[in-house]
């Protein structure tokens, strides 16, 4: 059996993959290949090494280390004025602190453990297909294999077109050179997710196998029809979340968002979490956690309009009471209201805030059971917001909206089939219901309305310790602040 610690992989790895020939046309003797053919010979070993390919994105999406913590606060979903892992920097009022990329930053760890976990995966997965276009003989479990390693090639470069402004584009017959000039902008990453992502589609569809439980952890195992379904929905939001502002969001093809999401999951995608050991939401734990974060008064309000959207920087400022008759009901099921807050006052009192998050609270006691990743609701807004952007019916997209968990949890009144209310309906539901599911979700969702905070970068640099390996000369580029503000980088837009 062949035994890979991938919370281990460094950029060293990623660096063979980005060196070596990929082209099977090519037959020669390569002394920097480390002998796939070799080290992947057996059927079973190269399954087993498959089947831990999913448990590394989603750690590299959830874990304390990554960036979902530091998004959720720039996004203005989640406040949070501890310094761990990059909250407190990147939720300044004003927002003129930069993403500071440099070997020496105390959280210069938080956007390399995402890019290291995905090409930890894209290497793997490229790695297996390489070996299967050439020699390996899986058998029956071919397609199979085929069909998940195309899926994590998609979700992992996906996940990178998300959040950073380039990266590598690297897979079983490509190959390119070691240097920053190699990267590519985060649009051709994208439309090369969406190619694997269409790939895996390819091959699930056409044949018929079972993905077992503990690859994606799950409670039991799923059907490749079921499976098919999930790449539908992570392709919807990939389209839907990787625009940068509202200009890039209009230039989606929504039309095809639709045709994703309408083929996209019937139920709630969950993560069966078990106690720390290989699945653990651990970043939704901390910006939840009774002392850590605190739910964002811009979402407060969203369910209580007589709620403020904005806790002023005021020591003056009143502790707004508990809502008595909040709009939307979840404030009341899924909240906690607090009467006093636990940060320093001399971080800004704008990060205080009288409502916590409750709704997973019993989940983390041992983190143990099913947390969603993809909500059926996140799927319903994706098809909702196709509709709406791509010119169909707007009724259509209200009865979306109003019959799924703005009613049924929420009990809020009926959205009309007006553009701007279906919208905001939709982004109500991204900050209430989906709180802190998926990795970034809110970020996103205020990215291409133009809503994040003036001086906020859009997308964040190649990580320091990556160009450092690169070789780059310091100072290394980045993104952030008022005077950067450019739409494009960094929001000149901004909720308030």
């Not at 890979?4 to 990623?14: E, G």
């Not at 990929?22 to 399954?47: G, I």
């Not at 734990?285 to 806790?311: F, R």
């Not at 990556?466 to 100072?475: G, K």
Request: proline share 3%.
């Amino acid at each position: 059996m062949i035994n890979i610690n991938f919370r281990k992989v460094s950029i060293f790895a990623i660096l063979i993959l980005l060196t070596i020939s990929c082209d099977t046309s090519l037959d020669y003797e390569n002394p920097n290949d480390p002998d796939r053919y070799r080290v992947l010979s057996d059927a079973s070993d190269v399954e087993a090494l498959a089947g831990g390919l999913y448990v590394n994105v989603y750690s590299g999406m959830h874990e304390y280390d990554g960036v979902q913590m530091m998004l959720a606060t720039a996004a203005d979903n989640i406040s949070c004025s501890w310094g761990n892992q990059a909250m407190r920097d990147m939720s300044w009022e004003p927002r003129n602190n930069a993403w500071v990329n440099t070997p020496a930053y105390s959280y210069k760890g938080t956007t390399k453990l995402l890019f290291d976990r995905m090409y930890s995966a894209i290497n793997t997965s490229s790695n297996i297909l390489f070996v299967m276009d050439g020699e390996l003989d899986l058998g029956d479990n071919e397609m199979k294999i085929r069909a998940w390693c195309k899926f994590i090639q998609g979700v992992a470069y996906g996940n990178l077109a998300l959040v950073f402004d380039r990266a590598f584009l690297i897979d079983e017959k490509t190959s390119v050179e070691s240097n920053l000039e190699a990267a590519v902008g985060f649009e051709t990453i994208h439309e090369a997710a969406m190619t694997y992502l269409d790939d895996a589609i390819d091959f699930a569809s056409s044949n018929d196998f079972t993905i077992s439980a503990d690859w994606l952890g799950q409670s039991g195992d799923m059907s490749s029809t079921e499976f098919v379904k999930l790449i539908n929905t992570y392709a919807a939001r990939f389209m839907s979340y990787t625009p940068r502002n509202s200009a890039q969001k209009m230039a989606v093809d929504w039309s095809k968002v639709k045709e994703y999401a309408d083929a996209g999951i019937t139920s709630d995608f969950n993560i069966l979490n078990d106690n720390y050991v290989n699945w653990y939401d651990e970043a939704g734990d901390y910006l939840t956690y009774n002392g850590w974060g605190i739910t964002d008064m811009y979402v407060v309000h969203l369910m209580d309009a007589s709620q403020p959207q904005h806790w002023d920087d005021d020591p003056d400022f009143p502790h707004p009471a508990k809502s008595t008759d909040p709009d939307d009901k979840r404030l009341d099921t899924d909240f906690a209201y607090v009467a006093s807050n636990w940060f320093q006052a001399a971080r800004g009192y704008y990060h205080y805030s009288n409502y916590r998050h409750k709704r997973y609270d019993a989940f983390y006691v041992n983190a143990t059971g099913l947390k969603p990743e993809i909500m059926l609701s996140e799927n319903d807004m994706l098809r909702a917001e196709a509709l709406v952007y791509s010119g169909g019916s707007l009724s259509a997209a209200a009865d979306i909206i109003n019959s799924g968990t703005r009613k049924t949890r929420g009990e809020m009144e009926d959205v009309e089939p007006v553009q701007d209310d279906l919208i905001q309906a939709i982004h109500h539901e991204r900050h209430v219901e989906m709180y802190t599911t998926g990795m970034g979700l809110q970020f996103f969702e205020m990215r291409k309305l133009d809503l994040l905070q003036k001086g906020t970068p859009l997308h964040l640099p190649l990580p320091a310790q990556t160009l450092q390996t690169l070789e780059v000369a310091e100072p290394y580029y980045t993104f952030g602040t008022e005077a950067k503000a450019d739409g494009v980088n960094t929001s000149n837009g901004g909720w308030r």
